[in-house]
């Protein structure tokens, strides 16, 4: 059975964050919803990174295009970095100030122009 775009995304997110330590990291990416947009900020730069994957049938496709593009998997872990990293500097007071945050009161579009752009890699 092969893993969905999702499932293969959340695997990714995974790992990078299992190199990140306990405290702060992967206890504030932890919140089902701190993960979910982290997970929607790296699915919106990605497609902005190769817009032919705002089909949703290109859209399935991610994986097979990760297997294939040793740059678009680069881009994928820079997105994962820069969205936690994103998420711990700017917006962890918020995380601390209640004990299950049930939604982020920031947006994608915060982190997108937050972050670093796409055309970073030239």
Known sequence: MENTTSQILSSKVDNVLSAYPVEPYQVALGHAA?????????????KQAMPSLNSPGQWQRLPHYLQQLVDLELRLDSYIYWGIEYIIQ????????TE?????????????????PAHWFG
């Open 100 to 116: 299950k945050p049930e939604e982020p009161s920031w947006s994608v579009q915060d982190m997108t122009q937050a972050c670093m």
């Open 90 to 97: 700017n917006k962890f007071d918020l995380l601390l100030s």
């Open 34 to 46: 701190v993960k979910g947009l982290l997970l929607d900020y790296v699915e919106c730069k990605l």
